[in-house]
């Protein structure tokens, strides 16, 4: 809490499934932008993105509670879940903010530079401040930043900040073809998850 002002974070993702690179970003996210909340926020149906036709947005809810449910302060919410359709991020902003908050949204570098392509980007951009992460230190990329970062400024009066952090080297595709190959993911995932994921055969 900074003069009387909340600070709230919020990370969403497909989260199919949650995996240990997440919960690092997600430690990472909260310390770094000393934050007071941390909403997870599992997408719906994310615009951007197919998923496995027998997907269930429930299991991917279900997985974030396990891998989050006991770090303090740090909800999943399952806001976007039930709105049901595309999920877009304005409107769970729109829901979260406040006049005594100030939010703060966690995206991987390919978000921060297609933002101004999402829905309502003037909005997004008035109503949180945009961070990213990034895994790779490729300077043809640092370069793209920097310029969407100046264009960002001109045209919405804020940059996309970054926090730094070290990535943990796991993707949630490469988790579900592990278990599809019948591989262990107990280094890839937080233990409960992978229970839950073998006791409802998921991603098999
Ligand atoms: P998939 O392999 O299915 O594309 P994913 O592992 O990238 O999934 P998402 O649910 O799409 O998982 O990710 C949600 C957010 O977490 C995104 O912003 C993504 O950039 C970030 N993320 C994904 N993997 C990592 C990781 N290993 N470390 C830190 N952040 C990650």
């Known amino acids: 809490m900074i003069n009387g002002i909340m600070r709230i974070g919020i990370y969403g993702g497909t989260f199919a499934p949650v995996h240990n690179g997440h919960v690092k970003a997600a430690e990472e996210f909260f310390r770094q932008m000393e ?26 809810l279900k997985m974030c509670e396990l891998a989050f449910g006991d770090m303090e302060r740090v909800f999943v ?9 595309p999920s877009y991020t304005v409107d769970t902003l729109r829901a979260l903010a406040g006049e005594d908050r100030r939010l703060f949204l966690l995206m991987g570098t390919d978000m921060m530079l297609t933002l101004d392509r999402w829905r309502e980007p003037e909005e997004i951009f008035r109503l949180c401040y945009p961070i990213y992460m990034r895994r790779e230190n490729d300077p043809i990329i640092e370069g793209r ?3 969407k970062n100046k264009e960002y400024l001109a045209k919405y009066g804020k940059i996309v900040r970054r ?7 796991v993707s949630s595709t490469e988790v579900r073809d ?20 073998k006791e409802n055969g998921l991603y098999v």
Do not use: C, T, W
Request: zero cysteines; hydrophobic letters at 45%; glycine letters at 4%.
């Open 178 to 197: 592990r278990v599809r190959a019948g591989e262990s993911i107990e280094d890839a995932v937080p233990a409960a998850v992978a229970h839950y994921i």
């Open 77 to 85: 919410s399952d806001i976007e879940i039930m709105r049901k359709g």
């Open 163 to 169: 926090v730094p952090m070290e990535f943990v080297d």
């Open 145 to 147: 930043i920097v310029a």
């Open 35 to 60: 934050l007071d909340l941390l909403y997870i926020i599992p997408a719906a149906v994310p615009p951007h993105k197919q998923l496995d036709a027998n997907d269930d947005p429930r299991h991917r």
